[in-house]
């Protein structure tokens, strides 16, 4: 049987963020099991019927995001379990505070990670203020990750999981002290093979339910259709950002139809015939320019990040050897960290990085350690 | 853990006189009403008690009570039962959503709808329902009695101004029956809907008054039951509930049974007014039925006041629930003139005959310090506590 962390608690009650999957559905299992109260929680963020029949979108659109068969999955696990289980709506949030800023990233020549600001503002702020509100004593959600309470120094840390292969830290180094200290990753010290086999030994009908994992707003991940549908229903005009394709030296060589198109390292679709294979290196949103160049240019040592969150330290008094992630899929490199203005930090790699994006998160670790992230200018 | 009941307008607990009543219709009279033997006669019978029963209580004939699903299929039948495209109709912006969503599957059918506004005390003005006024207007839908605040319209001058105007009136009455009288001839309405699970009798059966003279096309095609106003065999077990329960709500009403209803909502009311400050009655002033109270209390969500309230064992509700179960700005609480805030702020507590002083302490013992706790949790109300 395996051990979690919450085994050594005594019996509290804890909401669970219940989004109808395998994982956190087995983490309300878990809970259960070991003697707590448990309410489950699942959040309406999205109404997927809105941009149903717009250009672009299925006529009946099947979302991931708060479909009903998920949050059927999560009443039905729920029921299963025996605990109370309630839908709390944050649809006018998630769109203020994770949508729209998922827009306006995009016009704005940058690629957003729209599941950062969902956790920073949604999941680890409104869910967690509910659970609190209801009386629970800590939210617990399927991530995997761990926390853990640092005695020498008097810090909550968040830490890589043990399957490193589900690893996802990189989307919650926006997590505050205040936060961390009334979370719980209970799936931290388990592999995906080991939750699926837990929710068999549960009984929960949902073991074998597929993993999610596009954008959950964004129906079969097609963000350009999604953009032009919401703007759409907004009563709002796609922004004219069409342009021209400059070298890195400056040479027009062609015209583009809009920023919002093109991300860094992005290969096909230029619409230009050369020799050699071209990239997009950088968007100049005030310009609206599309910078290509060579495989090589796409390579760079500094990055530079704000609004960053520090997590294991307080202040980066000094400059800090890390290894850095500049995306999910990044294995991180090594790299000097350092403070360069408030909440601001400059970042030089031992060795260049390609395709580093603004818009995306730089999250630093040392080992398994996260010590804090920002978003890329 | 104790659990008290306080949301009596979503659905009311069966009596145990009305369980009695529907317990033979079963097994033993399980006669099909149209048959022409001894078990359809006996069945025959009893389905014409009940609609007496429900003819008595809002003062018609029986024979212009119509059997239906429910509420909503009562509201579905009146408005399209009476409209053909290119006819016009008048309802209010603070209808139940059976009432909203048929006027608008009319406007996509090819009828034009006006919604009338409510002031801040969520009341239609008679005024605004005659300027709305057309040729072609066919038909006013405006219900007696609000769910979330329980608000009374003036029906009976919107009926005069239907008579003047020579169109129908549609009245959803499901939150009126058996909590105020009722008597159609008064009101002047041609259609009024009642619902069986609003007023003790089980859930999936309800009426709709027709008026003589009223010409209604049906929604369902088959025999000719209910005068061919509504094909399908009778929910036979359900109709008699309703007619017991319309009975017992008509002796009520007699007896002025609703004083102790009203004594213990007022009691709810000013005991939160007095204890848990920045709260207030949302449709306060304008006439209400008397289980029904709704009370905002500023810089809180109403929706993790009900959990909070629910694990404690307390049930009340806020706004209404859509497809998920998650809950939804009241467009009642927002047609009110109330900022989104304050609406969704607001939780309703309503009462039915089944509750107790005792329950309503049980309330007033709870709501007050888990408001209290919510508060010091909230953010804005911190943020605002600070900036006093």
């Given amino acids: ?377 | 853990m104790r659990r008290v009941y306080l949301d009596n307008n979503a659905t009311t607990p069966v009596l145990p006189e009305v369980l009695e009543a529907m317990r033979p219709y079963f097994a033993e009279q399980f006669g099909n009403a149209s048959s022409i033997h001894h078990h359809g006669q006996e069945t025959r019978a009893a389905v014409e008690r009940a609609r007496e029963s429900l003819a008595a209580l809002i003062g018609c004939r029986a024979s212009e009570i119509v059997f239906t699903s429910g509420g909503t299929e009562g509201d579905n039948l009146a408005i399209s039962g009476v409209t053909r495209a290119g006819d016009h109709v008048i309802t209010s912006t603070i209808e139940h959503h059976a009432v909203l969503n048929s006027c608008k599957h009319l406007e996509a059918m090819g009828c034009e709808v006006t919604y009338v506004p409510v002031d801040g005390r969520g009341l239609v003005d008679p005024d605004d329902v005659r300027r709305a006024l057309r040729p072609n207007t066919k038909l006013i839908t405006i219900m007696m009695a609000n769910n979330e605040t329980g608000v009374l319209q003036t029906v009976e001058e919107i009926g005069k101004i239907a008579a003047e105007a020579d169109v129908y009136f549609h009245t959803d009455a499901v939150q009126a029956a058996g909590k105020t009288p009722i008597e159609v001839k008064r009101i002047g309405c041609d259609l009024l809907s009642i619902s069986g699970h609003k007023l003790h009798a089980p859930q999936g059966v309800g009426a709709l008054y027709v008026g003589k003279g009223t010409i209604l096309q049906p929604m369902f095609y088959g025999g000719s039951h209910e005068r061919s106003r509504r094909a399908g065999t009778e929910n036979v077990p359900g109709i008699i509930g309703l007619g017991k329960a319309a009975e017992i709500a008509r002796e009520a009403l007699d007896r002025g049974g609703l004083e102790r209803m009203s004594a213990m909502r007022d009691r709810i009311e000013q005991t939160i007014l007095s204890q848990v400050e920045a709260t207030g009655v949302n449709g306060e002033g304008a006439p209400r039925v008397p289980n029904t109270t709704n009370i905002h209390f500023d810089y809180i969500e109403g929706e993790a006041l009900v959990i909070a309230l629910d694990l404690k064992g307390l049930a009340v509700s806020t706004g209404a629930a859509c497809s998920s179960g998650a809950i939804e700005p009241s467009h009642v609480l927002t047609a009110m003139g109330l900022p989104p805030e304050i609406a969704r702020a607001s939780l309703r507590f309503s009462l039915g005959k089944q509750n107790t002083p005792e329950d309503v302490q049980f309330a007033l013992d709870l709501v007050p310090r888990t408001v209290a706790r919510l508060r010091e949790l909230s953010p804005v109300y911190n943020r605002t506590a600070v900036s006093n």
């Fill in chain 1, 1 to 377: 049987m395996l051990t979690t962390k919450c085994q050594m608690l005594p019996p509290k009650t804890i909401a669970v963020a219940m989004s109808g999957g395998v994982d956190s559905s087995t983490v309300a299992a878990m809970l259960r099991a070991e003697g707590h109260d448990v309410v489950g929680l699942t959040m309406q963020l999205w109404n997927q019927r809105r941009l149903a029949g717009h250009e672009g979108m299925p006529e009946a659109v099947q979302g991931r995001c708060c479909s009903l068969d998920d949050v059927y999955d999560a009443r039905r696990v729920a029921e299963t379990l025996g605990i109370p289980y309630y839908v709390v709506n944050h649809e006018d949030r998630f769109e203020r505070d994770v949508v729209r800023p998922f827009v306006e990233e995009y016009l704005s020549g940058r690629t957003p990670i729209p599941c950062s600001l969902c956790n920073n503002h949604l999941k680890f702020d409104q869910l967690l203020i509910v659970a609190q509100q209801i009386g629970a004593d800590a939210l617990a959600t399927g991530h995997y990750a761990r926390v853990e309470f640092d005695e020498r120094r008097g810090r909550w840390l968040l830490k890589r999981p043990a399957d490193s292969s589900k690893d996802q830290t990189y989307f919650l180094f926006g997590l505050t002290q205040d936060q961390l200290s009334r979370t719980l990753f209970p799936l931290g010290d388990m592999t995906k093979p080991q939750v699926r086999d837990l929710a068999r030994h549960h009984g929960l009908a949902l073991a074998a339910k597929p993993d999610s994992q596009e954008i959950c707003f964004v129906p079969g991940g097609d963000y350009k259709k999604f953009l032009d549908a919401y703007l759409a229903e907004q009563g709002e005009a796609l922004p004219d950002t069409a342009g021209e394709l400059v070298t890195t030296s400056g040479e027009v060589i062609g015209e583009h139809n809009g920023i919002h198109n093109f991300t860094v390292g992005q290969r096909k679709g230029l619409g230009v015939a050369t020799g050699s294979p071209l990239y997009v290196i950088q968007i100049k949103g005030d310009r609206h320019q599309v910078v290509v160049g060579n495989q090589e240019d796409l390579y760079s040592r500094t990055l530079r990040a704000r609004r960053v969150n520090l997590v294991a330290v307080d202040d980066l008094r000094e400059p800090m050897r890390v290894r850095v992630k500049i995306r999910h899929r990044h294995e991180g490199a090594p790299a000097l960290l350092e403070k360069s203005g408030n909440n601001e930090v400059l970042v030089t790699f031992d060795e260049p990085q390609r395709a580093i994006t603004p818009g995306q998160a730089a999250v630093f670790y040392d080992g398994d350690v996260v010590v804090g992230g920002g978003w890329i200018v």
